[in-house]
């Protein structure tokens, strides 16, 4: 089974500056996806980011990109230029290839971006 | 991004009583559907998995009998809290898989707040 590990419960970051989410992830496949979904108050979960195990590149949607370690197991979230709206939950994701299209979610970070 | 369409977004209801909660993807077809259930400050635990056409497929220690799913088109997925109890007091929600192209996207719906008193 695959184990998805948000270590920080919470976190804060100045108006226009930059915060990392981390996650760290465990299986034993090799062919996954990985997401970063944000919750915000209203709770509609909207997909930020999505990166294929199989392509080194790291994904970047406009100020949102991720560092992701194959190797390490490891799918971080960097937000540039934090804006109030990106205040919310972020929940990291894991989905095996072509195994019904399950997510496993991570257990949450609670960004709170401050002016 | 698709969309996904949840009704209804907030119920109450009195103990015993059933509650159905509806789950449509406007602009896709949804061949894969799921339910979870989401604590307060939580994470989401999936339930089960609708395909339509066939039977749900649940996660350990959800009961089928209680949480009834119907998937019977490609665009609708229901789920019904039988005898609700205030237990069953939760926020509910349902996603749907893109499955077009190799995105392998889900997009969730805005979710439904079940309060049984």
Known sequence: ???VTQSQPEMSVQEAET??????????????????????????????IRQE???????????????????AKSFSLKISDSQLGDTAMYFCAFMKANAGNMLTFGGGTRLMVKP | ?????????????????????????????????????QFPKQSLMLMATSNEGSKATYEQGV?????LINHASLTLSTLTVTSAHPE???????SARD???AL??????????????
């Open chain 1, 19 to 48: 915060v990392t989410l981390s996650c760290t992830y465990d299986t034993s496949e090799n062919n996954y996806y990985l997401f970063w979904y944000k919750q915000p108050p209203s709770r509609q979960m909207i997909l930020v």
């Open chain 2, 88 to 94: 069953d007091s939760s926020f509910y929600i349902c």
């Open chain 1, 1 to 3: 089974a695959q184990t």
């Open chain 2, 63 to 67: 009961e089928k009998d209680k949480f």
């Open chain 2, 1 to 37: 991004g698709a969309v996904v369409s949840q009704h209804p977004s907030r119920v109450i209801c009195k103990s015993g009583t059933s509650v159905k909660i509806e789950c449509r993807s406007l602009d896709f077809q949804a061949t894969t559907m799921f339910w979870y259930r």
């Open chain 2, 99 to 101: 499955g077009r192209g």
């Open chain 2, 104 to 117: 392998n996207i889900q997009y969730f719906g805005a979710g439904t707040r079940l309060s049984v008193l």
């Open chain 1, 53 to 71: 195990a199989y392509k080194q590149q790291n994904a970047t949607e406009n100020r949102f990109s991720v560092n992701f370690q194959k190797a």
